[in-house]
């Protein structure tokens, strides 16, 4: 809502959520955003990854570990409902 934006909630949340798959283990994370927000986060563009239908400066990702794979990006359907 409006008048919660500007508290630092969402960054908070993202925070947190990086913090628990580095904990996990994961290597990377992808999202589907607005690049302006999300670039404070560390997260780019990567012309190696793709998702079909999407513009490439919206589809974002972030690194953990050292290196980017390559390929195409899949999302589970229960996204698209």
Do not use: C, W
């Not at 563009?45 to 690194?63: I, K, M, N, S």
Request: net charge neutral.
């Amino acid at each position: 809502m409006p008048e919660q934006q500007g508290k630092g909630i969402g960054k908070a949340l993202i925070n947190k959520g990086l913090a628990q798959l580095k904990e996990r283990g994961a290597e990377g994370v992808v999202l589907l955003g607005e690049p302006e927000y999300y670039g404070r986060f560390g997260f780019k563009a990567q012309p190696r990854l793709t998702l079909t239908g999407v513009p490439a400066e919206y589809f974002l990702a972030l690194p953990i570990k050292d290196s980017i794979p390559a390929g195409e990006v899949s999302y589970h359907p229960a996204f698209f409902e």
